[in-house]
């Protein structure tokens, strides 16, 4: 936002500007950072910006809060799981959040090393998973964040352009591969297709 602000805004062909050069809005992105969907959208609309683009991908989620005492198994057994997302093909940009305090990697397998010793609190990683995922094992997606920017989306923007985003097909472990690339996609805007008629529905009947 500073960027547009500073660097764009105020000078003779603002108008335009506002017209042409959009924000290109990432769920994951923002899930990773434990960003609000709406109120991230709502910044930009208070500021002028619009936004041109939105892409609607879920990022990886392990929460070792939430396993019940006697805790220190299963918390092993989701770093575990979760190394399995450590590959070297892209960054996966990590965020840590226990004690109210956000510690971050420039990539999952610093984080692991890292945390290691006493592995705690919510991770959020960038790390593309399929967006018809919710649990898989003791792992979960941030796949809730996608229904809450798309209302957030209804609510902010006049958004018309809605890229689903997942590129990690062939990173993902074994078991969250499909038999053929086509299948996944197909499964993926299948979801896609039934959250944006349920969301239609609801607001036709509201």
Known sequence: MHFFEWQLFGHDDEEN?????????DVCHAAVMFEDQDEVLGKYAAAGMQVGKIQVSSALRMDLDLFEPPAAEARRAAMKQLS????????HQTVVRRGGEDMFYEDLR?????EAADPRGEWRVHFHVPIYLQEFGRLRATQEQIEQCMAAAVKHTNCQHYEVE???WGVL???????ELAAGIAEELQWFKSLITSGKEARDHG
């Not at 610093?110 to 890292?114: G, Q, R, V, Y």
């Open 17 to 25: 500007i506002r017209r042409h050069i959009r924000i290109c809005h």
């Open 84 to 91: 399995q997302f450590a590959e070297d093909r892209y960054l």
């Open 166 to 168: 997942t590129y990690a």
């Open 110 to 114: 610093p984080a692991l090393e890292a």
């Open 173 to 179: 472990p074994a078991e969250l591969k499909q038999p």
